[in-house]
């Protein structure tokens, strides 16, 4: 595994105001991934995790600090530049797919390309097919198939455009054990074979167990980490 | 795949929806094209009328009758070049339901004044003088009716009935007036004053109003100031202004129809505007999260509002280019159904361009809120919709 880091956050301060208090998600929090890990983050309901993933991938934005990701300073960037950053190197997969209902799978893993003006999109989008195991499925609108395989479609749609860092929120959240486990699987091959750095917000400690590392996340701060693999 | 075929198949995510909207926009498109279609029509009549063309009527009211000794003297005045006089009949075939546009003319000069306008035969022409109880028939009536060349029909009036107690005026049909352009209506026919004046039983004497040709527009105002000058004081003072403006009058006796038109299109594109644009808000709001998806998935604001004005645009295009097409049919019904009373109703190239831009803006219109409140909203509050 390769120690350099696709992650690094520097002094990251995050709050919100309510009732005229600010509340701190995060106070000058720094954090480190490398890359090819495969991190899962846990912890209790608004600790803080979704926030964090949020500000890996360019969705919101800290109130100070820096944020470096896949060698880029993000939190500098102007929208449109986030926005065509984060189309190139960030791959998202979310709790409940959230796939377009009026698009085939197929289309739906085109969209990140679509914004990209990429060529050969047909070619990249049955590779990325492929490798979900879905080649036969690519013309199934989302409510012709179950909640695993539109995650696999959903996982689908996060690498076709090959980024950095894959973020997952949650992903196997709406699954049976044993889709869950299909996604977890997955999860780890495109880790694995094709070194892609993921971090997955989990509240499943079996899920958890498929990652390299777990960070507990409490009020902003990690409050334990250890060692699955 | 593209942008396109993403807002086609936005379009058809809920397709009574858009039914429903499309067929919203269609009803407003096509008012708009029958009304502008019937407005247009009777400015281009009065604008086709020549130019140096006057016409007097009585100061009263153009529905007052003239003394014929008026035409005379207008005939002897200073820049008429020709004249002529007309006289209102109020005529209906067979029942008063089946009213037909029935003129008495001075059957000798007639076509001297308005030959700029009409075209007949010189058979025809010939004809029409020598026989008093002839008629020239407009080309589109004689259609509607079924009418030929030797035909005779009885036209009765709702003004006039004859002195032997007859209700109807037996006219033998000589020939057929032809528009020279389609501005020129061919709805109605003309037959001889000097035979109504023979049988009327009231009204002897009196003309409706005297049209004349100044041979030069620039002379108008000089000769409709000697004219109206010549009666002033007079028992039947007359008022003369240009043919085009007397058309204008003559239309605007249905009311300010551009004023009428502009209102009523007005409160349908409103009401339209309110229904497509709430409707359109809704259908973009229940797509918040979707829109939350595609930002992260590095759609531009930029791309999201083409998506969205385009959808909204889309449904514009579609309802107007049906209520165009559904306007076109119904202008061809009237075409068939009142003959010439609708042959001046053209949905012109000028109307089509003008429902183009109107379909433009009310598309822009309709999506620009939702698509402006896509384009801003950010995509964690967007994601955290259900």
């Given at each position: 595994?390769?120690?350099?880091?696709?992650v690094?956050?520097?002094?990251?301060?995050?709050?919100?105001?309510?009732?005229?208090?600010?509340?701190?998600?995060?106070?000058?929090?720094?954090?480190?991934?490398?890359?090819?890990?495969?991190?899962?983050?846990?912890?209790?309901s608004g600790?803080?995790?979704?926030?964090?993933?949020?500000?890996?991938?360019?969705?919101?934005?800290?109130?100070?600090?820096?944020?470096h990701?896949?060698?880029?300073?993000?939190?500098?960037?102007?929208?449109?530049?986030l926005?065509?950053?984060?189309?190139r190197?960030?791959?998202?997969?979310?709790?409940s797919?959230n796939?377009?209902?009026?698009?085939?799978?197929?289309?739906?893993?085109?969209?990140?390309?679509?914004?990209?003006?990429t060529?050969?999109?047909?070619?990249?989008?049955?590779?990325a097919l492929r490798?979900?195991?879905?080649?036969?499925?690519?013309?199934?609108?989302p409510?012709?198939?179950?909640?695993?395989?539109?995650?696999?479609?959903?996982?689908?749609?996060?690498?076709?455009?090959?980024?950095?860092?894959l973020?997952?929120?949650?992903?196997?959240?709406?699954?049976?054990?044993?889709?869950?486990?299909?996604?977890?699987?997955?999860?780890?091959?495109?880790?694995g074979d094709?070194?892609?750095?993921v971090?997955?917000?989990?509240?499943?400690?079996?899920?958890a167990?498929?990652?390299?590392?777990?960070?507990?996340?409490?009020?902003?701060q990690?409050v334990?980490?250890?060692?699955?693999? | 795949?593209?942008?396109?075929?993403?807002?086609?198949?936005?379009?058809?995510?809920?397709?009574?929806?858009?039914?429903?909207?499309?067929a919203?926009?269609m009803?407003?498109?096509?008012m708009?094209?029958?009304?502008?279609?019937?407005?247009?029509?009777?400015?281009?009549?009065?604008?086709?009328?020549?130019?140096?063309?006057?016409?007097?009527?009585?100061?009263?009211?153009?529905?007052?009758?003239?003394?014929?000794?008026?035409?005379?003297?207008?005939?002897?005045?200073?820049g008429?070049?020709?004249?002529?006089?007309?006289?209102w009949f109020?005529?209906?075939?067979?029942?008063?339901?089946?009213?037909?546009?029935?003129?008495?003319?001075?059957?000798?000069?007639?076509?001297?004044?308005?030959?700029?306008?009409y075209?007949?035969?010189?058979?025809?022409?010939?004809?029409?003088?020598?026989?008093?109880?002839?008629?020239?028939?407009?080309?589109?009536?004689a259609?509607?009716?079924?009418?030929?060349v030797?035909?005779?029909?009885?036209?009765?009036?709702?003004?006039?009935?004859?002195?032997?107690?007859?209700?109807?005026?037996?006219?033998?049909?000589v020939?057929?007036?032809?528009?020279?352009?389609?501005?020129?209506?061919?709805?109605?026919?003309?037959?001889?004053?000097?035979?109504?004046?023979?049988?009327r039983?009231f009204?002897?004497?009196?003309?409706?109003?005297?049209?004349?040709?100044?041979g030069?527009p620039?002379?108008?105002?000089?000769?409709?100031?000697?004219?109206?000058?010549?009666?002033?004081?007079?028992?039947?003072?007359?008022?003369?202004?240009?043919?085009?403006?007397?058309?204008?009058?003559?239309?605007?006796?249905?009311?300010?129809?551009?004023?009428?038109?502009?209102?009523?299109?007005?409160?349908?594109?409103?009401t339209?505007?309110?229904?497509?644009?709430?409707?359109?808000v809704?259908?973009?709001?229940?797509?918040?999260?979707?829109?939350?998806?595609?930002k992260?998935?590095?759609?531009?604001r930029?791309?999201?509002?083409?998506?969205?004005?385009?959808?909204?645009?889309?449904l514009?295009?579609?309802?107007?280019?049906?209520?165009?097409?559904?306007?076109?049919?119904?202008?061809?019904?009237?075409?068939?159904?009142g003959?010439?009373?609708?042959?001046?109703?053209?949905?012109?190239?000028?109307?089509?361009?003008e429902?183009?831009?109107?379909?433009?803006?009310?598309?822009?219109?309709?999506?620009?809120?939702?698509?402006?409140?896509?384009?801003?909203?950010?995509?964690a509050?967007?994601l955290?919709?259900?």
């Amino acid at each position: 595994m390769s120690h350099e880091a696709v992650v690094n956050l520097i002094d990251i301060s995050k709050g919100y105001v309510k009732g005229g208090e600010r509340i701190a998600i995060f106070d000058r929090m720094n954090f480190q991934i490398s890359h090819g890990d495969f991190i899962a983050i846990m912890g209790p309901s608004g600790s803080g995790k979704s926030t964090l993933l949020n500000l890996l991938g360019g969705i919101d934005r800290a109130d100070s600090g820096e944020v470096h990701v896949a060698g880029t300073r993000i939190d500098t960037l102007s929208e449109s530049r986030l926005t065509r950053w984060r189309a190139r190197h960030i791959g998202f997969v979310f709790q409940s797919y959230n796939l377009l209902p009026i698009l085939t799978a197929a289309q739906n893993i085109e969209l990140p390309l679509l914004c990209q003006g990429t060529g050969d999109r047909n070619k990249r989008v049955a590779a990325a097919l492929r490798i979900v195991n879905l080649s036969e499925r690519g013309r199934h609108y989302p409510n012709e198939m179950s909640g695993g395989q539109q995650q696999r479609v959903a996982i689908a749609r996060a690498i076709v455009s090959d980024p950095d860092l894959l973020l997952c929120d949650e992903p196997t959240g709406d699954l049976d054990r044993a889709s869950a486990n299909d996604i977890l699987s997955m999860l780890r091959l495109l880790n694995g074979d094709f070194r892609k750095t993921v971090v997955m917000v989990t509240h499943d400690p079996a899920a958890a167990e498929y990652a390299n590392r777990t960070l507990h996340l409490d009020k902003g701060q990690f409050v334990e980490r250890s060692l699955a693999a | 795949m593209n942008v396109l075929s993403l807002i086609w198949k936005n379009l058809l995510r809920s397709k009574v929806r858009s039914a429903l909207m499309i067929a919203s926009i269609m009803i407003a498109f096509g008012m708009f094209g029958v009304l502008s279609a019937f407005e247009r029509g009777l400015s281009a009549r009065a604008d086709a009328a020549a130019a140096d063309r006057l016409v007097v009527v009585n100061k009263i009211d153009y529905v007052q009758p003239l003394p014929l000794g008026h035409y005379q003297r207008v005939c002897a005045v200073n820049g008429v070049q020709s004249a002529t006089h007309l006289s209102w009949f109020g005529g209906y075939f067979q029942e008063p339901k089946n009213t037909v546009t029935a003129m008495a003319v001075d059957a000798e000069t007639y076509l001297t004044v308005y030959g700029s306008d009409y075209v007949v035969a010189d058979d025809a022409n010939k004809a029409f003088l020598r026989e008093r109880t002839s008629a020239l028939v407009g080309a589109e009536l004689a259609r509607k009716w079924g009418w030929k060349v030797g035909d005779q029909i009885p036209i009765s009036s709702d003004i006039y009935f004859q002195k032997n107690g007859s209700l109807s005026w037996t006219l033998t049909i000589v020939g057929l007036l032809q528009g020279r352009t389609a501005n020129n209506p061919t709805n109605f026919l003309v037959f001889h004053y000097a035979y109504l004046n023979e049988t009327r039983t009231f009204g002897k004497d009196t003309i409706g109003w005297i049209a004349l040709l100044t041979g030069a527009p620039e002379r108008i105002d000089e000769v409709a100031r000697m004219i109206d000058g010549m009666f002033a004081n007079s028992t039947n003072e007359t008022s003369t202004d240009t043919d085009r403006a007397f058309n204008r009058a003559f239309g605007a006796q249905y009311g300010n129809v551009g004023l009428i038109v502009t209102l009523v299109i007005g409160a349908a594109f409103a009401t339209i505007l309110m229904i497509v644009g709430n409707t359109m808000v809704m259908a973009i709001r229940e797509r918040t999260r979707e829109i939350g998806v595609l930002k992260t998935l590095g759609f531009s604001r930029r791309t999201l509002l083409n998506l969205m004005l385009g959808e909204a645009c889309a449904l514009a295009l579609a309802g107007g280019v049906l209520g165009m097409i559904a306007a076109e049919a119904a202008i061809l019904c009237l075409h068939f159904a009142g003959a010439g009373a609708f042959s001046q109703l053209t949905l012109s190239l000028a109307i089509v361009g003008e429902a183009l831009a109107i379909m433009a803006v009310f598309g822009i219109l309709t999506g620009l809120t939702p698509a402006l409140r896509a384009m801003n909203i950010g995509i964690a509050q967007a994601l955290k919709r259900s």
